[in-house]
Structures are given as C-alpha cells and as structure tokens.
C-alpha cells in the first residue's frame, strides 16, 4: 500500500472544535513509521470515513519530538509526548475524543482481527458521534 498519511494537526484543541461543530468526534490515530497495520488502518478506514463525512481524522507519530502540536489544554507539546500522556504504547491505536480532550469511546489499540476491524470502529465511531450530539 502506498503512504498516505492523515494530516497532523497544529492544535488538536481547535480541530476537535471544528469536529464537534459537525456532530463528529476527532479521531486521531498513533501512527508509527513502517507499521504495516497502521497502514492498513489508514488505508483501508480512516480515509475512507473521511472521503465518506463519516469522521474527521489525524494522526499522532508516537517517535515525534520535534513537531509543536497544541494539545486539548492548550499547551505546547509534541506528538511523541501526547502518545505517552495517553498512554498509547502500541500502534494503531484509535481514539475518539471531544473538543474538550474527553475520550468518548473505548479506544482501538493494534489489530486483533482484519476481519472485524471495520465493525469495531464504526461501532465505536457511532458512540462516540452519540456523545458528541448530547
């Protein structure tokens, strides 16, 4: 498959806010180079959803130390350390979070079965949209 990654967003406060103002949650997924499962997930759902409306996604490199990213309190800090705050240890992991940096589903972590994946995380993209719309 070819690379494609999600956009990495400047301030993950702001662009959960402009998710939420769609009745969607942010997804951001930890993403590390090489892993084929990411890619997979990347690929094969995330991309899609968002060509669908169905979520809007960005992507967290857990080895990321040098990018500035905004996080949901509004400091300054790095992918690689948002990843460990989380405690987001293996890759994929999906979260689904509120603009208030509120995790509103059961996260994804890694693949365990190809053949469900997609139904796991539609099912937890629906609870998470439910959240959103409260």
Not at 14 to 42: H, N
Not at 55 to 63: C, E, K, R, S
Request: charged letters at 20%; glycine letters at 6%; hydrophobic letters at 40%.
């Amino acid at each position: 498959m070819a690379y494609q990654p999600l956009p990495t967003p400047a301030s993950l406060r702001a662009t959960a806010q402009a998710a939420a103002e769609r009745g969607q949650p942010l997804v951001v997924m930890t993403t590390l180079q090489g892993c084929v499962y990411c890619e997979l997930v990347r690929n094969s759902y995330l991309h899609p959803f968002m060509r669908e409306g169905k979520a809007i996604a960005v992507q967290l490199d857990v080895q990321d130390r040098a990018t500035a990213i905004q996080g949901f309190d509004g400091s300054t800090t790095s992918p690689a350390s948002l990843a460990q705050a989380w405690k987001a240890r293996f890759t994929p992991t999906v979260m689904f979070f509120g603009p208030d940096g509120r995790e509103l589903a059961e996260r994804l972590v890694g693949v365990a079965s190809a053949d469900y994946y997609g139904q796991y995380l539609e099912q937890r993209l629906e609870t998470a949209q439910r959240a959103i719309k409260r």
